[in-house]
C-alpha cells in the first residue's frame, strides 16, 4: 500500500471516528510547507499565491521563519480585503454553516 493511500485510510477512520463522536473536523485549504524550513520568502508566497476566500492556512507554531514573515504576510492579505475569523465566526458567515462530509475524501464505509 502507498503511503498515499495509507494516509487516506487513516483519515477516513479518523474523520468517521470523530463523526461518530460527534466531533467537527476541520482541515486545512493551503499548507505553507513552513515546517521544512524553506525560507522566509517561499512561505511568504505560497501564502500569498494560494490563498482564497474562506481559505485555512496551515502553518506551525515555534517555526522561526514562520514567526519572522507572518506580520507582513497578515499585512498583505488585510490589504486585499482579506479578514481573520475564527472557525466559529467563518461557519455562521456562510449560508448553511460549513459543511463537510468526510465520505467526499472518496473513503469507502460499510453500512
Known sequence: MSKRLLL?????????A??????????????AGD????????????ILRRIGNGGIIL?????????????EVITSLRKRGFRFVTLAEMAMQRPGGVQADWRTARCVSRR
Do not use: E, S
Open 8 to 16: 487516506l485510510v487513516v483519515m477516513c477512520f479518523l474523520m468517521a
Open 18 to 31: 470523530a463523526t461518530r463522536l460527534g466531533l467537527t473536523t476541520v482541515l486545512w485549504t493551503d499548507n
Open 35 to 46: 515546517y521544512a524550513n524553506p525560507g522566509d520568502k517561499v512561505i511568504q508566497r505560497k
Open 59 to 71: 502553518i506551525h507554531d515555534g517555526v522561526q521563519q514562520t514567526i519572522d514573515v507572518l506580520p
